[in-house]
């Protein structure tokens, strides 16, 4: 594949996936609202969902996709209904002294599970589902794409994807250590957990 085309794919993944959506609100509502324990596991999730559509994409099932409507739609508001779980527990969740003043960490969450919801969230993500299936053949020639175009497609979105979401976990992490009062840290809890809520019903919606 030509390095014109993968910069040119390269540039509108970086575009498409720092662009404010369900996965950028669930990230940041999760580091703002439980730290940064879990995070690489949960956007691991997200980034391998994001290889799924465009093996989808590359492999030319975008009607295959369609045939099996259900079942994508079952997927799609599992994805929801994951980030309707994650915005109760953050709405829910305690504050303590000893949390505010020694900034602790909450409880740990198993790292399966985290994955498994960070791919949910992103096989139900239209925003996702568009740009592989409706605009990324536009973007590349997937009709002739080799095995090792398929390789280098791939890493470069494993790398865009980390890059994004690395500096979004960061600037989430930064802004929630700013927080030290005990009220400040429940009115967060409760608003993360309201933008989460939010960032399911986009993709329940839509």
């Not at 369900?22 to 324990?37: C, D, E, M, S, Y």
Request: glycine share 8%; charged share 10%.
């Amino acid at each position: 594949m030509s390095l014109a085309s993968l910069m040119t794919f390269a540039l509108a993944l970086l575009v498409a996936a720092g662009a404010p959506g369900p996965g950028i609100a669930a990230i940041v509502a999760r580091v703002l609202g439980r730290g940064t324990q879990g995070a690489i596991a949960f956007t691991a999730g997200m980034a391998i969902g994001d290889v799924v559509w465009l093996t989808c994409a590359v492999l030319g099932v975008a009607a295959l996709a369609q045939s099996f409507s259900e079942v994508f739609l079952a997927v799609k508001y599992a994805g929801a209904l994951y980030l309707l779980y994650l915005a109760w527990k953050m709405w829910t969740s305690p504050v303590t002294t000893q949390e505010v003043t020694q900034q602790a960490q909450p409880p740990r969450e198993r790292p399966s599970r985290l994955f498994l919801g960070g791919l949910s969230v992103t096989l139900g993500n239209p925003k996702v589902v568009i740009f592989y299936l409706a605009l990324l053949p536009n973007l590349l020639d997937l009709r002739h794409i080799t095995p090792l175009g398929y390789a280098e497609v791939v890493g470069i979105t494993l790398a865009i994807l980390a890059v994004v979401f690395g500096a979004y976990i960061l600037l989430a992490a930064r802004a929630r250590k700013l927080l030290a009062s005990r009220r400040a840290m429940k009115l967060l809890n409760r608003s993360t957990g309201v933008v989460m809520a939010g960032a399911a019903v986009m993709v329940a919606t839509r």
